[in-house]
């Protein structure tokens, strides 16, 4: 949906997209604008405002917004991806051999049950009751529950506490017993294909998918790259012509874009460090990325900052500022004054 703006209801464009990242608050309503046609931050606030759509660990064990129908279907197929990132690098690896997991997540559970808590409630029940353990590490393992972030945290315009409670008890629903990702791979790959197996390894964070592949392979359709890696589409998928033109697009800091595809040589400079820093969004030109943004915004002002990381034509700069113009009225658009300027790009170890 990056190469013409499409009018579908919001939810059908979510679930097209197998879920959004959402780590940041705001970034899957700059994701939408780019993508749906006159796009306003109150048809995707009040799905989530409404239960419609919640957001979640999922994906890779982070953060994503999903409908709520695929909250409860893909959760399942995800849990050793969370399981695997809490216990292989987050400091509940060396917690976890203090206490019993099994025992702290039923408590987790029943402090939910009262309602939503935030992490710190959390931590300060864990430390309440197990004095000499490190709570603060043991915490982590709320993750190994499925759970949502409850609003108003994530609704445009609003803001509160980053709490939490159970998917089904938000939703009121159970969550499905879904153990094989068949459904999703063909899913993943009507959104982002034509995609290797590392692709889609990389997108979900699950491993072992060869198999899937391969038992998917009658109903796929498959090509070589550049590289000789054997690629997988689904049949009848678009693929327009290499010389198709590609209109200036702004993506926020995180987009499932950036993070579909194991080779992000595909959309961005191979060699460039940190075009993905915190705090910065991508701009593509022509399909590539060309540059990364910044917004500075106030009641007064609103200022993007847009740093190439390449010499670009006057008539692509033109175009960059004219669609960097427009971003700056959806984020802001009772600012008096916006500025789209144009900066050398430093790199994040240049800049050190």
Same mark, same amino acid.
């Given at each position: 949906?990056?190469?013409?703006?499409?009018?579908?209801?919001?939810?059908?464009?979510?679930?097209?997209?197998?879920?959004?990242?959402?780590?940041?608050?705001?970034? @899957?309503?700059?994701?939408?604008w780019?993508?749906?046609?006159?796009?306003?931050?109150?048809?995707?606030?009040?799905?989530?405002?409404?239960?419609?759509?919640?957001?979640?660990t999922?994906?890779?064990?982070?953060?994503?917004l999903?409908?709520?129908?695929?909250?409860?279907?893909?959760?399942?197929?995800?849990?050793?991806?969370?399981?695997?990132?809490?216990y292989?690098?987050?400091?509940?690896?060396?917690?976890?051999?203090?206490?019993?997991?099994?025992?702290?997540?039923?408590?987790?559970?029943? *402090?939910?049950?009262?309602?939503?808590?935030?992490?710190?409630?959390?931590?300060?029940?864990?430390?309440?009751?197990?004095?000499?353990?490190?709570?603060?590490?043991?915490?982590?393992?709320?993750?190994?529950? @499925?759970?949502?972030?409850?609003t108003?945290r994530?609704?445009?315009?609003?803001?509160?506490?980053?709490?939490?409670?159970?998917?089904?008890?938000w939703?009121?629903? @159970?969550?499905?017993?879904?153990?094989?990702?068949?459904?999703?791979?063909?899913?993943?790959?009507?959104?982002?294909?034509?995609?290797?197996?590392?692709?889609?390894?990389?997108?979900?964070?699950?491993?072992?998918?060869?198999?899937?592949?391969?038992? *998917?392979?009658?109903?796929?359709?498959?090509?070589?790259?550049?590289?000789?890696?054997? *690629?997988?589409?689904?049949?009848?998928?678009?693929?327009?012509?290499?010389?198709t033109?590609?209109?200036?697009r702004? *993506?926020?800091?995180?987009?499932?874009?950036?993070?579909?595809?194991?080779?992000?040589?595909?959309?961005?400079?191979?060699?460039?460090?940190?075009?993905?820093?915190?705090?910065?969004?991508s701009?593509?030109?022509?399909?590539?990325?060309?540059?990364?943004?910044?917004?500075?915004?106030?009641?007064?002002?609103?200022?993007?900052?847009?740093?190439?990381?390449?010499?670009?034509?006057?008539?692509?700069?033109?175009?960059?500022?004219e669609?960097?113009?427009?971003?700056?009225?959806?984020?802001?658009?009772?600012?008096?004054?916006?500025?789209?300027?144009?900066?050398?790009?430093?790199?994040?170890?240049?800049?050190?």
């Open positions: 949906m990056l190469l013409r703006r499409r009018r579908v209801d919001v939810l059908d464009a979510v679930e097209r997209l197998v879920g959004m990242q959402a780590q940041v608050p705001r970034d @899957p309503y700059v994701a939408l780019s993508r749906l046609d006159r796009f306003r931050p109150e048809r995707l606030a009040e799905p989530l405002a409404d239960r419609r759509a919640v957001r979640m999922l994906l890779r064990g982070t953060l994503h999903v409908t709520a129908d695929d909250a409860l279907a893909l959760r399942p197929l995800v849990q050793s991806v969370v399981e695997r990132t809490l292989g690098s987050s400091p509940l690896r060396t917690a976890a051999g203090t206490a019993d997991v099994d025992e702290l997540v039923a408590m987790f559970e029943d *402090l939910f049950a009262k309602g939503p808590r935030t992490r710190a409630q959390l931590v300060a029940a864990i430390a309440e009751r197990w004095p000499d353990r490190d709570a603060t590490s043991l915490g982590y393992a709320m993750y190994l529950i @499925p759970t949502v972030q409850v108003p994530g609704i445009w315009g609003r803001t509160g506490a980053s709490a939490f409670t159970t998917v089904e008890r939703l009121g629903r @159970p969550i499905e017993r879904t153990t094989e990702p068949d459904e999703m791979v063909l899913r993943y790959l009507a959104a982002f294909g034509p995609s290797a197996v590392a692709d889609a390894q990389s997108w979900s964070g699950l491993t072992g998918l060869r198999n899937v592949f391969e038992r *998917l392979r009658p109903r796929l359709r498959t090509f070589r790259d550049e590289r000789g890696r054997e *690629l997988f589409d689904v049949p009848g998928a678009p693929l327009p012509d290499r010389e033109p590609a209109p200036v702004f *993506l926020p800091e995180y987009d499932n874009l950036q993070l579909a595809h194991d080779d992000r040589s595909r959309i961005g400079p191979p060699d460039l460090k940190g075009w993905t820093e915190v705090g910065w969004g701009v593509l030109v022509d399909g590539f990325g060309a540059a990364r943004w910044k917004a500075e915004l106030d009641r007064e002002r609103g200022t993007l900052w847009v740093e190439p990381f390449a010499k670009v034509t006057r008539d692509d700069r033109a175009r960059v500022a669609e960097g113009d427009r971003l700056l009225a959806f984020l802001a658009p009772g600012t008096e004054r916006r500025d789209v300027r144009f900066r050398t790009y430093r790199s994040p170890a240049a800049s050190r």
